[in-house]
T-cell receptor, first 114, second 109 residues
Framework: EAGVVQSPRYKIIEKKQPVAFWCNPI?????LYWYRQNLGQGPELLIR????????DSQLPKDRFSAERLKGVDSTLKIQPAELGDSAVYLC????????????FGPGTRLTVL | QKEVEQNSGPLSVPEGAIASLNCTYS??????FFWYRQYSGKSPELIMF????GDKEDGRFTAQLNKASQYVSLLIRDSQPSDSATYLC?????????FGTGTRLTIIP
């Protein structure tokens, strides 16, 4: 069984530029999560989807961050414009049923904002 | 008070010894508890989960949960150099999974 797929693995951009991250969850997993992990910290939830519906986006900085999961499978997380403080690893995870099951993480995208 | 607290370490353990990792949480309504291992530059990988008070064993790993004390731990027996990593405790409350900052474990050959 294929795991969670993310791309790109690394991204370096200058501040004020836009950036997008893509995630394909484990097949059959209805719940998808985007996390941000700063160095030396645990992952922090940005947004959770149940199928195509964002059911928890309370931690998403909505002035510059947006996310979508149009067909309830793949998801994209966007930052526009990026700031220096956005440098982090962005992790996508998925679980099989309404967020109650174990979450499995993708390899992450390491973002560096210069 | 942080929702999930872990000693950041580093914790150094001789090869072959038992490594003990601890985690406390603040939400008494928390229902499930997870331990993830994260190698440097990699994403978190699930090791174990536990829902009920007591111990749960899986190979060299034992998770222990005490809901009255709001405490969960992970024991690693016969520690190997490959166990050197950061161990993240995660607690599922009513709304989301919250991670601790992780404990960095180093196994000394």
């Amino acid at each position: 069984e294929a795991g969670v797929v993310q791309s790109p693995r690394y991204k370096i951009i200058e501040k004020k530029q836009p950036v997008a991250f893509w995630c394909n969850p484990i097949s059959g997993h209805n719940t998808l999560y985007w996390y941000r992990q700063n160095l030396g910290q645990g992952p922090e939830l940005l947004i959770r989807y149940e199928n195509e519906e964002a059911v928890d986006d309370s931690q998403l900085p909505k002035d510059r961050f947006s996310a979508e999961r149009l067909k309830g499978v793949d998801s994209t997380l966007k930052i526009q414009p990026a700031e220096l403080g956005d440098s982090a690893v962005y992790l996508c995870a998925s679980s099989s049923h309404r967020g109650q099951d174990t979450q499995y993480f993708g390899p992450g995208t390491r973002l560096t904002v210069l | 008070q942080k929702e999930v607290e872990q000693n950041s370490g580093p914790l150094s353990v001789p090869e072959g010894a038992i490594a003990s990792l601890n985690c406390t949480y603040s939400d008494r309504g928390s229902q499930s508890f997870f331990w993830y291992r994260q190698y440097s530059g990699k994403s978190p990988e699930l090791i174990m989960f536990i829902y009920s008070n007591g111990d749960k064993e899986d190979g060299r790993f034992t998770a222990q949960l005490n809901k009255a004390s709001q405490y969960v731990s992970l024991l690693i027996r016969d520690s190997q150099p490959s166990d050197s990593a950061t161990y993240l405790c995660a607690v599922r409350g009513s709304k989301k999974l919250t991670f601790g900052t992780g404990t960095r474990l180093t196994i000394i050959p």
